[in-house]
């Protein structure tokens, strides 16, 4: 079985996928002062593909293990000021449509951070199945939105000098999933 999908945008396999979170990853880039691009990575994701007929992507994030590599801004952004993890240690995504466009696979659903939920559409591409060494079946699925981050209470900013804020509202979302069919 080839690691590609002949279409890459097919319906996920019929079967029900837990996500690996050793190979799979959900991002965040944000521009700083409008100047460079800072990355964010919440290494700690759950979650459940279920293909089929009706296919659904249900996920969760721990918000507490989010790290932009740097010590000072991960504790800002774990606090009130933004995430506020003592209080909500977890995003969850919950899909309500998943489809294909074209070439392009599109996931309808509700996101919800800090108690808000919101519905927001994915764009990406069902990147293909196949087996590991191990002989396990996986799928493996790239997923993007953009998001204004202060639908979600994320409202925090600083004025800069001259006019502006340090950060814009707009926040790109970024998932790349690798899931491991169950038995």
Not at 52 to 77: A, C, M, N, W, Y
Not at 115 to 143: F, I, K, M, Q, Y
Request: glycine content about 10%.
């Amino acid at each position: 079985m080839s690691i590609l999908a002949e279409n890459p945008a097919a319906v996920v396999p019929a079967g029900t996928w837990e996500i690996d979170p050793a190979h799979s990853s959900v991002e965040f880039e944000i521009r700083h002062l409008g100047l460079a691009t800072v990355r964010g990575r919440a290494p700690v994701v759950s979650g459940t593909i279920t293909g089929g007929e009706t296919p659904s992507i249900r996920g969760t994030v721990d918000v507490t293990s989010i790290t932009t590599f740097d010590e000072t801004r991960d504790g800002h952004l774990q606090s009130p000021d933004f995430f506020d993890t003592a209080r909500y240690p977890e995003l969850n995504f919950e899909s309500s449509s998943v489809d294909v466009a074209g070439d392009t696979l599109v996931v309808e659903g509700d996101l919800t951070i800090k108690d808000v939920t919101r519905s927001v559409t994915l764009r990406g591409e069902l990147v293909g199945t196949g087996a590991d060494p191990w002989g396990n079946e996986r799928v493996g699925l790239d997923l993007e939105t953009l998001i204004d981050r202060t639908q979600w209470g994320l409202a925090w900013n600083a004025p800069v000098p001259g006019g502006g804020f340090l950060l814009p509202d707009g926040v790109k979302l970024t998932a790349s999933f690798s899931a491991v069919k169950k038995a």
